[in-house]
T-cell receptor
């Protein structure tokens, strides 16, 4: 099946720094990728929808200037957490949609961010 | 990698009928979650059931969990055309989430 990778799998950073997370579709082209965040013991929450070559669509309550999303190619989307704070510590997971129908979705393994 | 396996892969029913989707998984879990996805959109969380729970209700949704069989089911009662979507189960073990491939539900008006 289709594979989606994320890098890094975990990262620890100091408060105030920026962290970039990559999401790659390894063997298929993904016109759409989604970014989710999950706090401990809570459900996955959609943050934004990333479309190749256009601006991301953010969900209500998600700060676009804090969570920068770039979908520069059909196989790569990046999420940059700018000026990270401890409350940004979370599990970030991406998914990529394969096919023009948008029906098949594949998930990355996630990235655990810890901000000290 | 994906752990959960939804069954069936696709389901087509008439409006008003009930829809049952099943999910099987392989490892121990903390909880299991069901999500819905409309075509081309992101996932929407439906319901979470913890490993020590056996059944949970939310509106027209009913979820069961059998940890001995490592399986869960999602029942949508009195389906509507607007319920047409893909439904995913996700297993959660210490925030290591694994999703199934999903069931594509079509509700015909």
């Amino acid at each position: 099946g289709a594979v989606v990778s994320q890098h890094p799998s975990w990262v620890i950073c100091k408060s105030g720094t920026s962290v970039k997370i990559e999401c790659r579709s390894l063997d298929f082209q993904a016109t759409t990728m989604f970014w989710y965040r999950q706090f401990p013991k809570q459900s996955l929450m959609l943050m934004a929808t990333s479309n190749e070559g256009s601006k991301a669509t953010y969900e209500q309550g998600v700060e676009k200037d804090k969570f920068l999303i770039n979908h520069a190619s059909l196989t790569l989307s990046t999420l940059t957490v700018t000026s990270a704070h401890p409350e940004d510590s979370s599990f970030y997971i991406c998914s990529a949609v394969s096919g023009t129908s948008g029906r098949e979705q594949f998930f990355g393994p996630g990235t655990r961010l810890t901000v000290l | 990698s994906q752990q959960g396996e939804e069954d069936p892969q696709a389901l087509s029913i008439q409006e008003g009928e009930n829809a049952t989707m099943n999910c099987s998984y392989k490892t121990s879990i903390n909880n299991l979650q069901w999500y819905r996805q409309n075509s081309g959109r992101g996932l929407v969380h439906l319901i979470l059931i913890r490993s020590n729970e056996r059944e949970k209700h939310s509106g027209r949704l009913r979820v069961t969990l059998d940890t001995s069989k490592k399986s869960s089911s999602l029942l949508i009662t009195a389906s509507r055309a607007a319920d047409t979507a893909s439904y995913f189960c996700a297993t959660d073990l210490s925030n290591d989430m694994r999703f199934g491939a999903g069931t594509r539900l079509t509700v015909k008006p």
